[in-house]
Antibody, heavy 120, light 106 residues
Framework: EVQLVQSGAEVKKPGESLKISCKGS????????IAWVRQMPGKGLEWMGV????????RYSPSFQGQVTISADKSISTAYLQWSSLKASDTAIHYC?????????????WGPGTLVTVSS | DIHMTQSPSSLSASVGDRVTITCRAS??????LNWYQQKPGKAPKLLIY???SLQSGVPSRFSGSRSGTDFTLTISSLQPEDFATYYC????????FGQGTRVEVK
């Protein structure tokens, strides 16, 4: 059974750093994209970026380029999303999802989400 | 960047109604269009991929179609468990989501 298990909710202050995780199981982790998707409170889904764990190829949405860093450790089937300096506007649920690397490139399995709250 | 315009942003419907949601791409995405359902407090769920292919396990009352750069998600007979928010997503050039359509009880 394919599963994506995400790290727990975080409460941080503005300016702090943070790294959240997404661990895949039930499939060959290194040969699918892992995507990160943001959902701000009461708002829609925003694609942030993806990583291909086998070679760590990474693509970012222009809206998130330079704002976050996506990484992966294929040896432990885990992908990460990190911030070096959080802002209040980073408050959101962040989902990871498995993405097909072949046509038609959809996201077929999703993690439950990690709520990040940034508040002074 | 490819922009996806979804309409309506919300609609009210009754059980048994036929519901149609539209998504328009800002440029040709061929059939690289996927639909997701999201219920409150839950992760999105893939319903339709490649414009009209039903994901395994999804009820056949859900269907998708394409006409040029316009895409449609249809629920043929709305069921109580279908009240949710629906998102389109293009996967032709990276990925972009539409802004979502909330289907509410009339």
């Amino acid at each position: 059974e394919v599963q994506l298990v995400q790290s727990g909710a975080e409460v941080k202050k503005p300016g702090e750093s943070l790294k959240i995780s997404c661990k895949g199981s039930g499939y060959t982790f290194s040969t699918y994209w892992i995507a990160w998707v943001r959902q701000m409170p009461g708002k829609g889904l925003e694609w942030m970026g993806v990583i291909y764990p086998d070679d760590s190829e990474t693509r970012y949405s222009p809206s998130f380029q330079g704002q976050v860093t996506i990484s992966a450790d294929k040896s432990i089937s885990t992908a990460y999303l990190q911030w070096s300096s959080l802002k209040a506007s980073d408050t959101a649920i962040h989902y990871c999802a498995r993405g097909l690397t072949t046509d038609p490139y959809y996201f077929d399995f999703w993690g439950p989400g990690t709520l990040v709250t940034v508040s002074s | 960047d490819i922009h996806m315009t979804q309409s309506p942003s919300s609609l009210s419907a009754s059980v048994g109604d036929r519901v149609t949601i539209t998504c328009r791409a800002s440029q040709n995405i061929i059939s690289y269009l996927n639909w997701y359902q999201q219920k409150p407090g839950k992760a999105p769920k893939l319903l339709i991929y490649a414009a009209s292919s039903l994901q395994s396990g999804v009820p056949s009352r859900f269907s998708g179609s394409r006409s040029g750069t316009d895409f449609t998600l249809t629920i043929s007979s709305l069921q109580p468990e279908d009240f949710a928010t629906y998102y389109c997503q293009q996967s032709h050039s990276s990925w972009t989501f539409g802004q979502g359509t909330r289907v509410e009880v009339k």
